[in-house]
């Protein structure tokens, strides 16, 4: 192992590299940039290409033919680029090529402001293209995250044959960290018998889903929900910070989930019994965090967005246990301290600050 000062976006990209990635697509988009720019300087020199395209739409469809032959390919953006990447997002999933795709979420709606936000959440885990699809989407909440899950998701990716997306904001993409990289290994890639190689590639699959009839639209359809399912089953992942004898919980992903373990420790000094669960996939969602929970008096979720994430924590919980909210929005961060004031102002505690 080696140890090297990076930003979040550049070990992105250091992964990308390290996991055998040869290929690169995309448009440069603030807070993302940094991505690409790395992957300019460094991927030619293990025989990699970057091209960036004329926009986003072109880039997620260059990505489609490059998985198509069996590439290991990436692409980068952030929220207005991200979802212009939504239609491509839908036809790789369809046709179950795998693809990793790197959103570094800036705030919005519109064209929105660079600070950190988490306002893509529904975009990411809901599906953002048409149709019934669900890509794997992995939240880090640091810099070695960022390089640990990336180098995960093209696993992942090829795996399930399905995109997946990297979830980070503003925030991480920029923060420098000491990263563990590991040595630039020989990558051996999956058997991809799936693949488009001329004549024997046509005859194994097809690539495209044109002019299906209904019939072969539902068992395609289906044959895509088994897949999912058995994503849902075998990838729900997430990390518990002093649960075990917790009394009230905190939910947080990414940075918010980074500033929680911060006001759990300063509860805890206090004596306050609180704890954390940190989402690492947010699809699947981890509902099995969330199964034996009967200790729990209430729980608060930690968002940079609107509340959005809170949805899903109600349902993995069936509505038995309360579920509150603490927020900010346009790229403002959330402190330990505010966490710590509203958790004594919803279950009446005595806290200080």
Same mark, same amino acid.
């Given at each position: 192992? +080696? ?8 070990? +992105? ?21 940094? $991505? ?98 669900? *890509? ?29 997306? $990297? ?87 990414? *940075? ?20 954390? +669960? ?22 608060? *979720? ?40 509203? $958790?004594?102002? +919803? ?7």
């Amino acid at each position: 192992m +080696i140890k090297k000062l990076l930003k979040g976006n550049e070990a +992105i990209g250091e992964a990308a590299i390290h996991a055998g990635c040869k290929l690169f697509f995309g448009y440069p988009i603030t807070p993302s940039t940094e $991505i690409i720019e790395y992957l300019s300087k460094h991927m030619p020199k293990v025989g990699g290409t970057v091209l960036q395209g004329e926009d986003e739409i072109a880039s997620i469809n260059m990505c489609y033919g490059a998985s198509a032959v069996g590439a290991r390919v990436m692409t980068a953006s952030s929220s207005p680029g991200f979802s212009l990447k939504q239609e491509g997002m839908s036809y790789l999933a369809a046709n179950q090529l795998p693809v990793v795709v790197v959103n570094v979420n800036r705030s919005g709606p519109g064209l929105g402001g660079l600070g950190p936000n988490q306002g893509d959440y529904f975009q990411c885990v809901k599906g953002g293209g048409h149709g019934d699809y669900r *890509t794997i989407v992995l939240a880090p909440s640091k810099g070695q995250e960022m390089y640990d899950y990336t180098m995960e998701a093209f696993d992942l990716a090829d795996q399930y044959r399905t995109p997946v997306v $990297i979830l980070a904001d503003g925030m991480l993409g920029q923060t420098m960290e000491s990263i563990e990289l590991k040595e630039r290994p020989t990558v051996t890639l999956p058997e991809k018998d799936w693949a488009a190689d001329g004549c024997r590639g046509r005859a194994k699959r097809k690539i495209a889903m044109y002019n299906l009839t209904n019939e072969e639209g539902e068992v395609t359809a289906l044959r895509l929900q088994e897949n999912i399912e058995r994503m849902r089953e075998t990838e729900q992942r997430w990390e518990n910070y002093y649960t075990e004898d917790a009394e009230y919980l905190l939910v947080g992903y990414g *940075t918010c989930g980074r500033v929680a373990k911060s006001a759990v420790q300063l509860a805890r000094e206090q004596g306050i019994k609180l704890g954390l +669960i940190r989402p690492i996939t947010l699809w699947p969602f981890p509902e099995k965090a969330f199964q034996e929970l009967a200790h729990i008096k209430g729980i608060l *979720t930690i968002e940079l967005n609107a509340g959005q994430m809170i949805e899903d924590v109600k349902l993995a919980t069936d509505r038995t246990i309360p579920v509150h909210l603490h927020n900010r929005m346009g790229g403002m961060l959330i402190s330990e301290h505010s966490i710590l004031r509203k $958790i004594a102002q +919803i279950f009446n505690l005595e806290v200080k600050v």
